[in-house]
Nanobody
Framework: QVHLVESGGGLVQPGGSLRLSCAAS????????MTWYRQAPGKVREWVAV???????????NYRDSVKGRFTISRDNASNTVYLQMNSLKPEDTAVYYC?????????WGQGTQVTVSS
């Protein structure tokens, strides 16, 4: 059973930064793209950033428009971890952030980590 565990969330002031981590296990991490999603209260879950298996820029990484230039997704294949560095945070970034992977057996999610941007 695929296992994803997010960490790194918290309360931060507008303009601040956080680094989220997602530790993955029980599947061949290097073979699959990893995606970060978020869900704000009362809203649908939306994708934030995706990184393919090679972790390269250009076609290997993509961001939703609202986070481009502020968020950076990366992966460490040696430790089976995907990261989301979030800078210049805004109140509208407040949400529960989830890690996601699609493997042949299905689609899997972590438990989520809360990010709150507020003064």
């Amino acid at each position: 059973q695929v296992h994803l565990v997010e960490s790194g969330g918290g309360l931060v002031q507008p303009g601040g930064s956080l680094r989220l981590s997602c530790a993955a296990s029980r599947f061949t991490f290097t073979n699959y793209a990893m995606t970060w999603y978020r869900q704000a209260p009362g809203k649908v879950r939306e994708w934030v950033a995706v990184i393919t298996t090679d972790g390269l820029g250009g076609g290997g990484i993509n961001y939703r428009d609202s986070v481009k230039g502020r968020f950076t997704i990366s992966r460490d294949n040696a430790s089976n971890t995907v990261y989301l560095q979030m800078n210049s945070l805004k109140p509208e970034d407040t949400a529960v952030y989830y890690c996601n992977v699609r493997v042949p057996q299905g689609e899997y999610w972590g438990q989520g980590t809360q990010v709150t941007v507020s003064s």
